[in-house]
């Protein structure tokens, strides 16, 4: 079918994916390098200071990161979740890198690894993501959600999370991790399915093709503002509970897999794919999350060894 514009749409979702790691990677440095020289000249923001309102830095650093939101919001639109997910590890490597060199962090031999493994992965992912078949109207993605693979899917997600919240969250929330981050991490997989609904209606409609008026596109923006929330919110929990040097890989591991398994059955990504090359994606994945497990671990060595150092790194789709 349509070969060329697959593989255009995809590079475009590529390109996008890399800016929006790019410019969420440097903004932890922008905002960091911010809050260190507000905190010279007043209250530290950890000691409950908004000095770093007043440092063009921290803006700077805002800003950078909500453009890199925006970018990995329009690389959905262009190019399947199994492409755009996992190049999210990329913002890590670049502040990583960043800090090596403007914040003087050295990047211990773990990091160094953890680098080179996200990088190797991404390589394999991208040269084997599929190509999507961009939908013709809201109406066309609404099919695809309600056939009875992603039925299935997303019920049998919410009946989970609802017995999840209802008997097992007041119990042991505060124990295991896994709680909140499962709950966050399938809201997530659901937000990232609608975010890509609404993305393409926002598309079509600047195409000349009027989404708008369909009820279809409203209740997408509405379950994706409803499991976002939802989504911030146990994150939240997760981040008061426990060690954020904890949160960030597990998070990261599990919002990751389950938005692919996802959008995967929504948008029919492993039709028309060869066994080999859905192996290759699966290999390149595991490659992607060991790279940022070994990165993540790189941190909390060096945490531990200066205790000076506050643990200002995360991964970016956590904010």
């Not at 830095?57 to 399947?80: D, R």
């Not at 211990?108 to 680098?115: A, D, F, Q, R, S």
Request: with cysteine; aromatic share 8%; charged share 10%.
């Amino acid at each position: 079918g349509g070969e060329g514009m697959g593989a255009s749409d995809n590079t475009k979702g590529l390109a996008l994916a890399v800016a929006s790691s790019a410019f969420i990677g440097a903004s932890f440095i922008l905002k960091k390098i911010g809050l260190m020289r507000a905190g010279k000249c007043g209250v530290r923001a950890g000691g409950g200071g908004y000095t770093y309102l007043l440092e063009p830095l921290w803006w700077a650093g805002l800003i950078t990161m909500l453009l890199g939101e925006v970018a990995n919001f329009v690389a959905y639109v262009f190019a399947p979740a199994v492409l755009v997910t996992p190049l999210g590890a990329l913002s890590i490597i670049v502040s990583s890198v960043l800090a090596h060199f403007v914040l003087k962090e050295r990047l211990n031999k773990l990091g160094v690894l953890g680098c080179i493994s996200c990088i190797v992965g991404s390589v394999v992912v991208v040269l084997h993501a599929p190509e999507e078949h961009m939908p013709d109207s809201v109406e066309e993605i609404w099919d695809l959600a309600t056939q009875p693979g992603f039925l299935a899917y997303a019920g049998t997600t919410l009946l989970l999370m609802a017995i999840v919240v209802v008997f097992i969250e007041p119990r042991y929330g505060q124990k295991n991790i896994l709680i909140y981050l499962g709950i966050c991490s399938s809201m997530g997989s659901l937000t990232v399915v609608s975010i890509k609904a609404v993305g393409v209606a926002i598309k079509l409609t600047l195409d000349g093709m009027n989404q708008l008026a369909y009820p279809h596109t409203w209740l997408f923006i509405l379950v994706a503002v409803i499991c976002g929330v939802s989504q911030l919110n146990y994150l939240n929990k997760a981040l008061d509970t426990f060690d954020l040097a904890m949160v960030s890989p597990v998070y990261y591991v599990m919002f990751t897999t389950l938005t692919i398994v996802a959008s995967s059955i929504m948008f029919k990504d492993g039709a028309g794919q060869s066994l080999s090359s859905i192996a290759s994606e699966c290999c390149g994945l595991v490659t992607i999350l060991s790279g940022t497990i070994l990165l993540h671990a790189a941190k909390q060595k060096e945490a531990a060894s200066s205790p000076g150092t506050i643990l200002w790194f995360s991964d970016a789709r956590m904010w």
